[in-house]
């Protein structure tokens, strides 16, 4: 039976002290004799002496470079033995006994690898938050959405949502995973540098047969975007780009014509962006597809490491029934 001991915290910065001095103490404070980390991407500001001056308790793992969330916690996690991890983003901040119903929906359930609580904005405590709300699911051309949160349709909070369920992914704002798990899937994909490897990781979790929850009885505030902002380039080219690389790894036998349909509602949404007179958005989309034109022999070697499943999609085309059949609620 697993006990608060035995989670490891691990909080990965990259030039993050500001939001270190806000989030770190109720961190300490709400978690009890969990093991609390600090894994440097290798700051430029004073992040890491601030941490080791004023929280004596806390772990330091000082990676040797930023290679960015994928690669910073492979890196840093290789040094952390307990046996479940919570990753968490510096801008979270936790509440009263955060890791209790966590650790009882883990003994609950062998099979359960990983769980996410219920994410909510920092900005506005009583609305769910873009990255995760109640719980992600994926349709069957990689699109991914959430339950309180479909593209930008975000829901209030009502209590709509405070269950325990199983679902295809967990945000990797607030990601909770059994250490022999991240191991045995051979953690993030670090070509990914950010966005879409927590889902490409659950994604891998399901083709292995094992369960990913959410937990709404677990509630932490997200403020989002504070290492990419939401309306940045990079990150439309990054989430466009990892769509297709997690599509064409982890589908099943249909991944070509899934793959070419993804790839025209791409188009569609790059002219879309044109029409609209934002043109570094329109290229971002065009950047996307030349890279993973780019490395398509590198997917199609990882696509073999890992069985496949089919029946991963809970509707056939979320784009379809936000869009033309106005459906903006899960």
């Avoid at 915290?9 to 806000?22: A, P, Y």
């Avoid at 910073?72 to 979270?92: H, K, M, T």
């Avoid at 006994?97 to 929906?105: G, R, S």
């Avoid at 405070?162 to 704002?173: L, P, R, T, V």
Wanted: proline content about 2%; glycine content about 6%; charged content about 20%.
């Amino acid at each position: 039976m697993y006990k608060t001991q035995d989670i490891a915290v691990v909080i990965l910065n990259w030039n993050g002290i500001e939001l270190l001095k806000q989030f770190l103490p109720k961190v300490l404070e709400h978690s009890g004799d969990a093991h609390i980390y600090v894994a440097d991407n290798a700051s430029t500001d004073d992040s890491v002496n601030f941490v080791s001056k004023n929280f004596s308790t806390v772990k330091i793992i000082q990676n040797s470079q930023n290679g960015g969330y994928a690669e910073g916690y492979n890196d840093a996690l290789q040094v952390v033995d307990e046996p479940l991890l919570c990753l968490l983003n510096s801008d979270i901040e936790v509440t009263e006994n955060w890791l209790f119903a966590i650790i009882e929906a883990f003994n609950s359930e062998e099979n359960t690898a990983i769980i996410q609580p219920k994410i909510l904005d920092f900005k506005n405590k009583t609305t769910f938050e873009y990255a995760g709300a109640a719980g992600g699911f994926i349709d069957k051309y990689g699109y991914p959405y959430c339950r309180g949160r479909i593209f930008d349709t975000i829901e209030e909070d009502k209590g709509q949502y405070n269950d325990i369920i199983d679902i295809f992914w967990a945000s990797g704002a607030c990601f909770f995973i059994k250490n022999n798990v991240f191991n045995q899937l051979k953690g993030f994909d670090a070509s990914y540098f950010a966005h879409m490897e927590e889902i490409d990781l659950c994604w891998r979790a399901f083709n292995a047969n094992y369960k990913t929850k959410y937990v709404g009885f677990s509630t932490v505030y997200h403020v989002g975007g504070a290492t990419l902002s939401n309306t940045s380039a990079k990150k439309t080219y990054l989430n466009f780009r990892n769509s297709l690389f997690t599509l064409v790894k982890n589908t099943d036998s249909k991944v070509f014509i899934r793959t070419v349909f993804r790839m025209i509602l791409d188009g569609i949404a790059a002219l879309r962006f044109l029409i609209q007179l934002k043109p570094k958005y329109f290229l971002a989309i065009l950047k996307a597809h030349a890279s993973f034109y780019k490395n398509l022999a590198t997917i199609i070697s990882a696509r073999k490491e890992f069985p496949k499943r089919g029946n991963y999609a809970e509707t056939d085309s979320i784009v379809w029934s936000y869009f033309i059949k106005k459906r903006t609620k899960f």
